[in-house]
């Protein structure tokens, strides 16, 4: 057994750069908040591609909002009630200074190197030489503007601060209200917006206070007109389907010191915004908020540590800054639903949960079940008064389905790894059979995505199957035992892929969309994919059969079940090798989040080494730490939470209780449990002769042990973090035994055999330490043993059952039968 060790602490928040992700796409909200926190507070640019507010493209600085999403697609959310600055307006007029928001970008340059992001704070100077400088509670934004005490004129400077009734997407629609007081600057009231990715309209309330110089003058704004006698007034739209600008603004006697704005918002009234910022804010002390949430970040993120031996800085940033951004969304409004009475927490900002539920949410099981519990419980109370589970959920208001119903995994993931804390159960599984029984009478869906749909609620009812196992509904589980198998009706097996050349893949059988009378549609297996320019595959009535993702890559979608589809493809070298084609042709995208499981998935056939080489050539060639460093939007953290996985060696099958190990990016890393207070380690070890451990060098895992006991198997369960097990891994350059064995694989539903088995002896996956490993061939293998039909129960969990495994070596039987 090696000796445990403890890693030397660190201070974890150097190495968070919120900047990851700004540019190319990633779409990152990069501003100052708490975790999970209401306020957002950031700079807003007029960029194309603006959805968290900031992008560091160039693009000029439009104001400064206190709301924001982070990593989304889709249309810019939130970014209401913007503030923006000016040293003085010429000639002191106050119509001399632009007002609408397209017209003040010209007054938004910002030198790039003057922006500064850190947990809990983000700052920038524009160009007219105005600091802004910004920080958060949990639902205040404190904004701090220090002005050049001289304006362009000469003179001394007068500051006005205006703020706006717009938002990112201009979609303000009547009603806009506004009011500013004469003698303190406050500004307070509403205005009624459309979410980003959703129907409904939301009305948000604000109310905003000063501190700083004498307050010289206030009024409002309609388009690009000020007005210092007019207090208050309502706006409409405007015309063009582009909102009118209006506002408020407060003029300032002197710049020679700064002005603290003091910004709440709430969903329920003006003046619960302002008792938000009273209760948060009272004092308007800066460097108190601020060292606040570093605090709340710095206690979030110190459950997790690695050893940070024989490690650049690049390394230890792209891996803390990948698990702070799994903690910006969702976003914790409990309090402030309007909606429904409820003493239950309510989250938002599910935006998507077809993102979130791969790796996200599963990461916060694991760092912040607290947290997690409460996102299940919002989930849960939303079903109870909306009448289903969200799949997308935002500004409280129903976002679009993408995938199937993907929040039935995000519950049975939970309730599998015993998130328990207040949580109804019992309702939680009345919710994820309704999504799974009730028809769609009213037909709000679109026709289309029938492949990608099947395939996801085959999964959806394997996830309900497992939750009624441990709930001992043994008719539910039944139920959904059969339908779980509802994939291998669209699974043609003469079925052919050719690139748009004529080229053939040289692969046969794939999922293809089927009419009830049983013939078949066609759909190419390519379209969709990451290579194909000419198809639509998002959420459009006229889409295909797959959503945002080719056949080619939801041919290795079955969870639950890859002991089957590992024989409908070919058997294990096949998979192997159709899994190598779809990563070296660049067929999938490492950047949409379908491609997460796949680089995981050698581990099925028994070859989890080259699960290992695939996460190593993805990170860090495709995650940097830098601005453009993501391979696409981070879309609520998600992107985050593949890195952090995958560079800790382990990484989850959602809705499972399942976690596949590969070789670590750090020689330690270490996971304390908030829930039980103990700390779960893995820990790596050169192989005899394998020379030191170096960071950028890919390595195979030879041997494991468990608490000091041999462990053959590639996965680990949920028990592993919270009872704070030890896993030691001997690594080597070449691919050896480890996990190959017909035991050491994952589990599946079903066991299968080959024409060809040569399953190693499992006893010699695991030598003494010191001895060499038993030369193997890990590619034809059987398939696990772990679940064998209903007989042996549904929980797919990585433990070793106890059971007689059915093998058999016709691989066509299956296939014929799905044929016929």
Not at 3 to 28: A, F, K, M, Q, R
Request: aromatic letters at 12%.
């Amino acid at each position: 057994m090696a000796v445990p060790t403890e890693i030397e602490y660190y201070d974890l928040l150097p190495y968070v750069n919120p900047l990851i992700g700004t540019s190319n796409g990633g779409n990152v909200f990069p501003g100052a908040t708490l975790p999970y926190g209401m306020a957002k507070a950031v700079a807003d640019t007029n960029s194309t591609r603006n959805q968290s507010g900031f992008i560091l493209d160039g693009s000029a600085v439009t104001g400064f909002s206190m709301m924001h999403d982070s990593g989304t697609g889709g249309s810019p959310n939130l970014g209401n009630f913007a503030l923006f600055p000016f040293t003085s307006c010429p000639d002191r007029d106050v119509n001399n200074c632009v007002f609408p928001k397209k017209a003040r970008a010209g007054f938004g340059g910002f030198d790039k190197e003057s922006v500064t992001a850190k947990p809990g704070l983000f700052g920038l100077s524009l160009d007219s030489g105005i600091r802004v400088d910004m920080t958060t509670t949990q639902h205040t934004s404190l904004f701090k503007f220090s002005f050049p005490p001289v304006g362009s004129d000469g003179e001394e400077s007068q500051p006005l601060i205006l703020q706006d009734l717009t938002d990112l997407s201009d979609s303000r629609h009547d009603n806009a209200s506004v009011f500013v007081e004469q003698t303190t600057g406050r500004i307070t009231r509403s205005a009624p917006f459309s979410p980003g990715f959703g129907s409904g309209i939301y009305i948000l309330y604000f109310c905003t206070d000063f501190k700083g110089p004498q307050v010289k003058n206030t009024g409002t704004f309609v388009n690009s007109r000020a007005s210092s006698k007019i207090k208050n007034f309502t706006v409409a739209r405007g015309i063009n389907q582009h909102p009118l600008p209006g506002g408020a603004f407060v003029q300032f006697a002197s710049g020679e010191e700064a002005i603290l704005a003091r910004t709440a918002t709430s969903f329920i009234s003006a003046e619960r915004a302002c008792s938000y910022a009273k209760a948060e804010i009272p004092d308007f002390d800066f460097s108190d908020v601020y060292k606040a949430a570093v605090r709340s970040w710095r206690e979030k993120l110190s459950l997790v540590r690695v050893s940070t031996e024989s490690v650049n800085e690049s390394t230890l940033t792209n891996f803390h800054s990948g698990i702070y951004r799994t903690m910006i969304n969702p976003q914790n409004y409990t309090g402030e639903n309007p909606l429904w009475e409820s003493g239950e927490p309510y989250y938002d900002s599910f935006y998507y949960i077809w993102d979130i539920f791969r790796s996200q949410l599963p990461l916060l099981t694991i760092l912040d079940p607290v947290a997690l519990t409460g996102m299940i419980r919002s989930l849960i109370d939303t079903y109870r008064h909306m009448g289903w589970l969200p799949d997308c959920r935002m500004s409280l208001s129903k976002g679009f389905t993408q995938g199937g119903s993907n929040a039935d995994v995000v519950l049975a993931d939970a309730y599998l790894k015993d998130i328990q804390d207040g949580i109804n159960w019992e309702d939680g599984f009345a919710a994820v059979v309704k999504d799974a029984e009730d028809f769609d009478h009213k037909g709000t869906g679109t026709m289309t995505r029938s492949i990608s749909r099947t395939l996801e609620y085959a999964y959806d009812d394997f996830c309900i199957a497992q939750m009624a196992a441990k709930m001992n509904k043994t008719a539910e589980q039944q139920r959904y035992l059969a339908s779980r198998n509802n994939w291998q009706n669209l699974f043609k097996p003469n079925q052919t892929s050719h690139w748009w050349n004529g080229t053939d893949t040289g692969f046969t059988g794939f999922f293809e969309p089927r009419f009830l009378n049983k013939t078949w549609g066609y759909q190419d297996p390519l379209n969709c994919s990451n290579l194909d320019d000419h198809t639509g595959c998002s959420l459009t009535a006229t889409g295909g059969e797959t959503y945002e993702s080719s056949i080619w890559e939801y041919s290795f979608y079955v969870p639950h079940d890859q002991g089957t589809l590992i024989s409908l493809l070919g058997g294990p070298s096949t998979f192997t090798s159709r899994l190598d084609y779809l990563h070296d042709r660049n067929i999938t995208y490492i950047g949409n989040e379908p491609a997460f499981l796949t680089v995981f998935q050698y581990h099925f056939a028994g070859r989890p080494c080259l699960s290992s080489r695939r996460a190593h050539a993805y990170i860090p060639s495709t995650f940097s730490p830098t601005p453009g460093g993501l391979p696409g939007n981070d879309d609520s953290g998600a992107m985050g939470s593949f890195l952090a996985f995958a560079m800790m060696g382990m990484f989850p099958v959602p809705g499972q209780d399942v976690y596949l190990v590969t070789a670590p990016f750090f020689r330690e890393v270490e996971v304390t449990s908030v829930l039980t207070g103990r700390t779960a380690r893995v820990r790596s070890v050169m192989e005899e002769g394998e020379g030191e451990w170096r960071e950028g060098e890919v390595y195979c895992v030879r041997r494991a042990e468990m608490d000091g006991e041999a462990w053959g198997r590639s996965c680990v369960d949920h028990g592993f973090w919270t009872e704070g097990r030890e896993l030691v891994l001997w690594l080597g350059r070449e691919e050896g035994a480890w996990g190959t064995g017909v035991r050491d694989l994952p589990p599946s539903t079903r066991a299968r055999s080959y024409n060809s088995i040569t399953a190693p002896n499992t006893a010699s996956n695991n030598p003494p330490p010191g001895a060499t490993p038993a030369t193997a061939n890990p590619v034809d293998v059987a398939v696990s043993t772990g679940l064998v039909g209903a007989t042996v129960g549904t929980t797919g969990a990585c433990v070793v059952v106890a059971t007689v495994a059915v093998f058999w070596a016709a691989q066509n039987v299956a296939k014929e039968a799905i044929a016929g």
